[in-house]
């Protein structure tokens, strides 16, 4: 998995943000993984403070080496942290940006609401979520098929939602933001180079057993003994190998604004300008 999130960076994950980014502001990253979208993001704000927050030790230690690495140090500050109790005060950042994290959560809303407080008035929210419904790959194949009701099945019972990109828009709406531009962006997978590493990628995910990961989840779960995952890799390899493969990965996307107090509105119009 920390594989697969070491590809990801502000151009590719987070597009719809950078053109609303300016010099200067203070931008939380929740979820930052293991850095690359954060210091995309911190060189794009600098010299304002960067907040990089997840649960996990592993990747919030590499998000700072990787702050370091890029001469970042003293912008991106990364440390534990729960998205359903932000250790901030209100009106503390001019931008949160979330991506991937909505769909692990049991209650979504209530981290928007979390997100939605952290901001200052006038400041955006960018979050993103890969729909996994609505995938498409070619040529057809019954392991991919039996891979993806598996992966919507345990996220689900884990208390996620693995179509989240299609409720983004609700999901903003009921979490107060009333000034949102919902849209998409895709992950496309076509050629030699890519369509290799994102069949290993998830070939190991799947067949995995003796390691945190979807193929350890299911058969702790009962739900896919382990020929049955290793035959759902084998067919990720299939796939990976044939030079007419094709997939994509849909993703709803949001940008809502959190509403400006009286004289801020004027204030951000000429900060922008």
Sequence with gaps: MLSSHAHRTAENSAAQLLPELRAGMDLLDVGCGVGTITVGLAQRVAPGRVEAIDVSEQVVAATARLARDHGLAGTVRARVADVMDLPFPDASFDVVHAHQVLQHLSDPVGALVQMRRVLRPGGLLAVRDADYDAMRWYPDSTGLERWRRLYTD?????????????????????????????????????????????????????????????????????????????????????????????????????????????????????AES
């Design 154 to 270: 345990i996220a689900r019972a884990n208390g996620g939602t693995p179509d989240a990109g299609r409720r983004l828009l609700a999901w903003c709406r009921s979490a107060g933001f009333t000034d949102v531009t919902a849209g998409s962006s895709t992950w496309c997978y076509a050629d030699a180079q890519s369509r290799a590493w994102w069949s290993d990628t998830w070939a190991e995910r799947t067949g995995a057993v003796d390691v945190p990961g979807l193929g350890r989840d299911a058969v702790s779960r009962g739900v896919a003994m382990a020929e049955e995952l290793a035959s759902m890799a084998g067919a990720w390899r299939r796939w990976g190998s044939d030079p007419d493969g094709w997939f994509v990965v849909v993703h709803g996307e949001v940008l809502a604004r959190k509403e400006a107090g009286p004289g801020q509105e004027a204030w951000r119009r000429i």
